[in-house]
């Protein structure tokens, strides 16, 4: 099975910060990525699938990149709507998810 | 507009079965895949097989294997995942969510609002 690391768990950023979210792979899975967005109570939201490839309504702050094992979400600027939780999921194989970065209001 | 539209919540006993169902609206039923996820209170994200609602064929997570069923009725466009033998870590809030695209699989662009079960004796 394909291990997703995310480290950290927890993110402390200011509106207008750029943030980025690190998630690794236990082994290659190509550009066979995706990123979601979950806030509390609420079900995940895809952001990014392709490693890189902005899914149809998502702002451009938003942007994805990386291949291989190491993977990376970027927000360019962090708007109060944005904080939350993100989980990269492989899709190489049966899928499975990191285990999270929360990004929360310095 | 797209949308999954699941079961409500459940109450189960321990060793019980439950059956969620997930009603796809919006788009046709038969294009794209459906997915089963479950995340416990606090918890990250676990998946837990797949379904194409065409020709009925699944996959399963390895861990839910000989407890899982995912089945549907394409008459009215719903799908279904049931869960055997239920035991307390069961306890968790279930997703449906379909696949964006049958080129790429598993990416999942569409989700439905989620189902709580709760296991308890």
């Known amino acids: 099975d394909i291990q997703l690391t995310q480290s950290p768990s927890f993110l402390s950023a200011s509106v207008g910060d750029r943030v980025t979210i690190p998630c690794r792979a236990s082994q290659g899975i190509s550009s066979y990525l995706a990123w979601y967005q979950q806030k509390p109570g609420k079900a995940p939201k895809l952001l990014i699938y392709a490693a890189s490839t902005l899914q149809s309504g998502v702002p451009s702050r938003f942007s994805g990149s990386g291949s291989g094992t190491d993977f990376t979400l970027t927000i360019s600027s962090l708007q109060p709507e944005d904080f939350a939780t993100y989980y990269c999921?492989?899709?190489?194989?049966?899928?499975?998810f990191g285990g999270g970065t929360k990004v929360e209001i310095k | 507009q797209v949308q999954l539209v699941q079961s409500g919540a459940e109450v189960k006993k321990p060793g019980a079965s439950v059956k969620v169902s997930c009603k796809a609206s919006g788009y046709t039923f038969t294009s794209n895949d459906i997915n089963w996820v479950r995340q416990a209170t606090g918890q990250g994200l676990e998946w837990m097989g797949w379904m194409n609602p065409k020709s009925g064929n699944t996959g399963y997570a390895q861990k839910f294997q000989g407890r899982v069923t995912m089945t549907r009725n394409t008459s009215i466009s719903t799908a279904y995942m049931e869960l055997s033998s239920l035991r307390s870590e069961d306890t968790a809030v279930y997703y449906c969510a379909r696949d964006r695209s049958t080129v790429t699989p598993y990416y999942m662009d569409v989700w439905g609002k989620g189902t709580t079960v709760t296991v308890s004796s």
């Open positions: 999921q492989q899709a190489n194989s049966f899928p499975s």
